[in-house]
């Protein structure tokens, strides 16, 4: 038998030979409302099954599924009529008609389905029909649709495969041609034209978050009626909004801020009240003003009885808490509320404003931000401008006294008159040479002023603080969020235990001075911690035709190797750090490598995301397979997280000798620069 035939629902059944069981059941409600609405457009393929009547489905699982819903629903009869082809085939070749099936098959791509569903909008569907008749949400093809309105050189560029759907999406993200254009020009050829959260970065750099402690102050309906307009972000989980239009965001957040500090102003007795449109007061705010730490108001008599009330409760509550118990939620909550209330009413009665004495009232002052929640509040600590202007007076006083000086014994004219820049500058750099000699010859002081340039963190607010050109910043790595790891999250608990008691000193000589005194294990430690922070990202593979990012670095490789690192014990793949974020053939690939084919065939029928969930807890060791198994797949990584094993370097005697720059020898004595030309003859 060969033929298509109708048989009643009821007498179909799903076949065991049947390839697809992990996503059987995904969007089957989909399914069947398309099923409902158009009719089942393909038909079944079954065999006669050994009890008399019914028949095995081997391949159309799904839309068995699909219609046995609609039979449940009450929305099809038992006997309704399902169009089937009758073979008569052994259970071998049913597998193997069901997985062929499954496989062998051309999605369409997105471009195609995109134009599919923007032709039927062109005729007058509603997006809730177009959703039904194809089984997706409405938020679904509100994304495809605004695919579709994607700038024509990227449209192409999907079309034709040179990018991926994530990074069209991340294009997709506003509608401002111009705006995916400019992105397009200054990122298409570069290695971060294949990464969405850049490309996402640099098309809304200009714009706002919804859900910004900004936005909030500012608040939607104002931002609407002021004419500000709003793109919805119809590509992540979390459907956020961006507000295009920044600076009339700022506008009203920036009136409603100026509004809330001339009240703090009026009631605070501060002398002046000054609002920043930042959640945190920066450092240019700052910058010519000096940090006051004043002790607050003391208790009243009243107040302190009150205090002591609530002291003598809380040491109850805790004496309570020893014998509550925790299995009566009740019980809990109610404690729970008591001992928060007693604790708010004690840091309530401490939380005042500091005193300020009577000289510094006319200086000191406070910022004004915005909070977490979008609400204008006082930020935290003190300010005066006092300090600066007593160095200033100073500097003024020294000239008038200078002046004066020269008065006595005769006119001002008679004052000498200040050095020419030019002859500072080079009795600055005189000066300067004298120190670097005598520093080239203390090798130990010279290593404590290396190791302190590179760690004093403060020395970033002021280029001059350190008086050298040596600096050991974190290497810029082009992404919003910093990648989470293990690793990561040691080096920063790392930091945490290396002496920091010189790094509390307020002046920079005071914390050389301490930095100094320390022992050499403490100063190799911060050594080998700055040095590990100015690592450069680099990739374990050699950069292949269509592979993206950071240049391999040999000398990253031989440090691995010098070490003995062991990447695996360091890092596992996950879903969200690896697997949802490749093709399915790449995780296929990577299950083959530890399990070989076998298993390999094994995940072919599943969808991508169970495929992800199942290579985690494969890599992870939480899947049960053979011994030998779990041992590859625990000590598995990409190859891209590798380090390489480098072979040994020839000897070249006509590899080029690398020599110091050609400026150097500028600062050569010349009986020095005739030995440096005599040593690059010898080496050539």
């Known amino acids: 038998m060969n033929d298509i035939e109708l048989i009643p629902l009821g007498k179909l059944r799903l076949s065991e030979a049947n390839v697809r069981?992990?996503?059987?059941?995904?969007?089957?409600?989909?399914?069947?409302?398309?099923?409902?609405?158009?009719?089942?457009?393909?038909?079944?393929?079954?065999?006669?099954?050994?009890?008399r009547g019914m028949f095995d489905v081997t391949a159309g699982g799904r839309r068995l599924r699909a219609l046995n819903f609609l039979l449940t629903a009450g929305k099809l009869p038992k006997d309704h009529p399902v169009a089937c082809r009758v073979l008569d085939i052994d259970a071998a070749e049913q597998s193997e008609l069901s997985l062929i099936e499954n496989v062998i098959r051309l999605d369409m791509t997105p471009t195609d389905e995109i134009r599919a569903y923007k032709h039927f909008v062109n005729e007058g569907s509603d997006l809730d029909a177009i959703a039904k008749r194809f089984g997706r949400t409405r938020r679904f093809i509100e994304g495809r649709l605004r695919l579709a309105d994607l700038a024509d050189p990227i449209?192409?560029?999907?079309?034709?495969?040179?990018?991926?759907?994530?990074?069209?999406?991340?294009?997709?993200?506003t509608p401002n041609h111009d705006r995916q254009m400019m992105v397009w020009n200054e990122l298409?050829?570069?290695?971060?034209?294949?990464?969405?959260?850049?490309?996402?970065?640099?098309?809304?750099?200009?714009?706002?978050?919804?859900?910004?402690?900004?936005?909030?102050?500012?608040?939607?309906?104002?931002?609407?009626?002021?004419?500000g307009k709003i793109e919805r972000d119809l590509f992540t989980e979390d459907g956020g909004e961006t507000w295009i239009d920044a600076e009339i965001a700022q506008r009203i957040a920036g009136e409603k801020l100026q509004a809330f500090a001339a009240e703090v102003a009026e009631t605070s007795g501060y002398a002046w009240v000054r609002p920043i449109l930042e959640t945190r007061v920066t450092y240019n705010a700052t910058e010519d003003l000096h940090q006051v730490h004043l002790e607050p108001a003391p208790l009243t008599d009243e107040e302190q009885v009150e205090a002591d009330k609530l002291l003598e409760t809380i040491s109850a509550l805790e004496a309570e808490s020893e014998t509550l118990d925790e299995d009566d939620e009740a019980a809990a909550a109610a404690f729970q509320e008591r001992w928060d209330a007693a604790s708010s009413a004690y840091d309530a009665l401490h939380d005042k404003p500091p005193v300020i004495p009577e000289e510094m009232k006319a200086n000191v002052g406070c910022f004004v931000i915005i909070g977490a929640d979008g609400q204008p509040t006082v930020a935290s600590g003190l300010y005066s401008d006092k300090p600066l202007e007593r160095r200033k007076a100073r500097g003024a006083d020294a000239a008038e006294g200078a002046s004066g000086t020269a008065g006595e014994g005769g006119s001002a004219s008679s004052a000498p008159k200040p050095l020419s820049q030019k002859l500072v500058e080079e009795l600055a750099v005189q000066r300067r040479d004298i120190l670097a000699i005598n520093l080239a010859s203390n090798p130990a002081i010279a290593l404590d002023y290396l190791i302190f340039a590179i760690a004093d963190s403060r020395a970033l607010y002021s280029a001059q603080a350190l008086g050298t050109t040596l600096r050991a910043p974190s290497p810029s790595l082009y992404l919003a969020d910093y990648p989470e790891s293990p690793a990561h999250t040691l080096m920063?608990?790392?930091?945490?235990?290396?002496?920091?008691?010189?790094?509390?000193?307020?002046?920079?000589?005071?914390?050389?001075?301490?930095?100094?005194?320390?022992?050499?294990?403490?100063?190799?430690?911060?050594?080998?911690?700055?040095?590990?922070?100015?690592?450069?990202a680099s990739m374990g593979i050699d950069k292949k035709a269509g592979q993206s990012g950071p240049e391999p670095i040999d000398l990253h490789d031989h440090l691995a190797a010098l070490m003995g690192i062991n990447v695996a014990s360091h890092w596992r793949p996950t879903s969200a750090n690896y697997f949802d974020r490749v093709s399915k053939q790449a995780l296929l690939a990577h299950v083959s490598e530890v399990g070989g084919p076998t298993m390999a065939a094994s995940f072919m029928g599943s969808k991508k995301g169970d495929l992800s969930a199942s290579c985690e807890k494969l890599f992870a060791g939480e899947t049960i397979v053979a011994p030998e198994v779990k041992e590859a797949a625990l000590a598995w990584v990409p190859e891209a997280m590798r380090f390489r094993v480098l072979a040994a370097s020839e000897p070249d005697d006509e590899a080029p000798v690398e020599h110091e720059p050609e400026s150097d020898a500028g600062d050569l004595e010349p009986a020095e620069e005739q030995d440096a030309e005599a040593d690059e003859t010898v080496d050539a």
Not at 159 to 164: A, R
């Open 21 to 51: 069981k992990n996503d059987s059941n995904l969007f089957i409600e989909e399914l069947a409302a398309n099923i409902e609405a158009k009719g089942l457009l393909q038909n079944l393929i079954v065999v006669p099954a050994k009890k």
């Open 492 to 536: 920063a608990d790392m930091r945490e235990t290396l002496d920091l008691s010189w790094t509390e000193h307020r002046r920079t000589v005071d914390r050389f001075s301490a930095f100094s005194a320390l022992d050499d294990d403490a100063k190799a430690s911060w050594l080998a911690w700055c040095m590990a922070k100015t690592l450069e």
């Open 155 to 173: 449209f192409a560029a999907l079309e034709e495969g040179k990018i991926t759907l994530d990074v069209a999406k991340a294009y997709a993200t």
């Open 188 to 227: 298409s050829n570069s290695w971060q034209g294949n990464n969405p959260d850049s490309i996402r970065r640099m098309v809304t750099h200009s714009a706002i978050r919804s859900s910004s402690p900004m936005a909030k102050l500012a608040s939607e309906a104002e931002y609407l009626a002021a004419g």
